[in-house]
């Protein structure tokens, strides 16, 4: 209990729900304000840093990709990018994330 207690008081005393987000709303707007990342995307979906984006087609190899860029991400359902960032991500942390997670989704073929 006194662990559990510990991580409760660290997410209130250090804002982390609003800071998941912030993070969450800048890295959803960014990836969405690449026009070449939005083409590939039927929609986007989240609350706070559970980021998903379905896109048009399946993307898998996009996690193999992803690594070799030192990104973590994971692919669902075939056609869906899933993010799952810490929740103490601060914003540098988040910009990268989000424009190589553009990249990515932009290099696609229809």
């Known amino acids: 209990c006194r662990a559990a207690l ?6 209130t005393n250090d804002n982390l729900c609003g800071n998941a ?3 969450g709303a800048l890295i959803r707007e960014t990836i ?20 998903g984006f ?13 690594l070799e860029a030192g990104l973590l991400i994971n692919v669902t359902a075939g056609n869906t990018v899933r993010l799952l960032p810490p929740l103490i991500i601060e ?6 994330l989000a424009r190589g ?8 073929k229809p």
């Open 101 to 108: 997670v553009a990249t990515l989704i932009g290099k696609l």
């Open 32 to 51: 969405l304000a690449d026009e070449a990342a939005a083409a590939n995307i039927v929609e986007a979906r989240g609350k706070g840093l559970m980021i």
């Open 91 to 96: 914003e540098a942390q988040a910009l990268e």
């Open 6 to 11: 510990a991580v409760l008081d660290t997410i």
């Open 54 to 66: 379905e896109l048009f087609r399946d993307c898998g190899e996009l996690v193999q990709q992803a």
């Open 21 to 23: 987000s912030a993070m």
